[in-house]
């Protein structure tokens, strides 16, 4: 069964991309989910290398834990917020210890415009190609959040959008499974 990372590109807990994100694993079965929460990372400096902060440490070790990771982020001022570049940056150090390296991920991302995060999922690949994590090329996932379409109980109910985000699920673990074989045996 493959362990999956979820990463929130968002710090804000009423965050529309947290949301969706607390629905994916719903949507996959014989998978396990893993929370990998970016909010408590203080500013990446690299004079803490060799002696890190003990959240940055928990942080590196969670997604060195994963098969693989989703990332579902918002788009602020046209590219990824800082906390998820914070993130990698946290990540992706000290040098040669790069926790993304052949580390395949899955992006996606929600917003109130029907393709609000397709800035920000760009420069998210540009980001993670550097960092030699294979990244799903498709389905691109540009979800429209629509308030309507969830229930009291947070449940999506809108079928079309549950459609994409079940495509986009299935997709990601077919990627992560794929991938996590391939940078097993390398």
Do not use: C
């Amino acid at each position: 069964m493959p362990r999956i990372g979820i990463i929130v590109g968002s710090i804000a807990e009423a965050s529309i991309n947290r949301k969706i994100a607390r629905i994916l694993p719903s949507l996959a079965s014989d998978v396990e989910f893993v929370d990998i929460d970016i909010a408590k990372l203080p500013l990446y400096d690299y004079g803490l290398d060799g002696d890190w902060p003990a959240v940055a440490t928990e942080f590196k070790e969670k997604v060195e834990s994963v098969d693989g990771i989703i990332i579902v982020t918002p788009e602020y001022s046209r590219s990824i917020p800082g906390a998820l570049k914070n993130a990698i940056d946290w990540a992706s150090r000290p040098w040669g210890q790069n926790s993304f390296n052949g580390r395949p991920v899955a992006i996606m991302g929600a917003s109130i415009s029907p393709a609000g995060t397709a800035m920000a999922q760009q420069h998210l690949r540009n980001i993670l190609a550097h960092s030699d994590a294979p990244t799903l090329g498709q389905p691109e996932t540009f979800f429209h959040y629509r308030a309507d379409a969830f229930g009291a109980d947070g449940s999506l109910q809108d079928e079309p959008q549950l459609a994409v985000l079940t495509n986009f699920v299935e997709a990601a673990v077919a990627h992560i499974e794929r991938n996590a074989r391939v940078a097993a045996h390398a």
